[in-house]
């Protein structure tokens, strides 16, 4: 490739959002991967649900802290603390969402599937705004 064609995709890797979404698409499969595994496995749908989330959003941690809010993040001590555990609630809050939705979908008899995928998008709004406007501030 030439050097003008890698300028768009930097400028893509410089946008935060665009960085979040990559981010979470490679949390989502894990989290996905986990809940289908677990769901073949005859876990019940909301557990299989929180340990897909929790295993994912371990990932996520690792990839936003990392790649996408890298800028962000505190250097240590009590900062990098309060970070961390900002970003564990805005993940539980997620997982509460997901789950409520998970959850109330199976008790009224839908897939448990297609509950997830639409857990998915209520979560990944609400823990976007939260860690882009409070965690990552």
């Known amino acids: ?20 979404i990559l981010a979470s698409v490679g949390a989502l499969a894990v989290d996905m991967g986990t809940f289908l595994a677990l769901l073949s496995a005859g876990v ?4 299989a649900s929180a340990m897909g989330y929790g295993i994912g ?9 990392r790649k996408v809010f890298a800028d962000q993040v505190a250097e240590s001590g009590m900062a990098r603390t309060r970070q961390k555990a900002m970003f564990v609630v805005s993940a539980l809050i997620g997982l509460g969402v997901t789950t409520l939705i998970v959850g109330g979908a199976s008790a009224a008899g839908l897939d448990p599937r297609i509950a997830k ?12 705004l939260l860690r882009k406007r409070v965690v990552f501030r």
């Open 1 to 20: 490739m030439t050097v003008l064609q890698l300028a768009p995709l930097n400028r893509l890797r410089q946008i935060v959002l665009v960085r979040y």
């Open 117 to 128: 995928l639409c857990a998915i998008v209520v979560s990944f709004t609400v823990t976007w």
């Open 44 to 47: 019940p749908p909301v557990a």
């Open 57 to 65: 959003i371990m990932v996520h941690w690792i990839l936003s802290s």
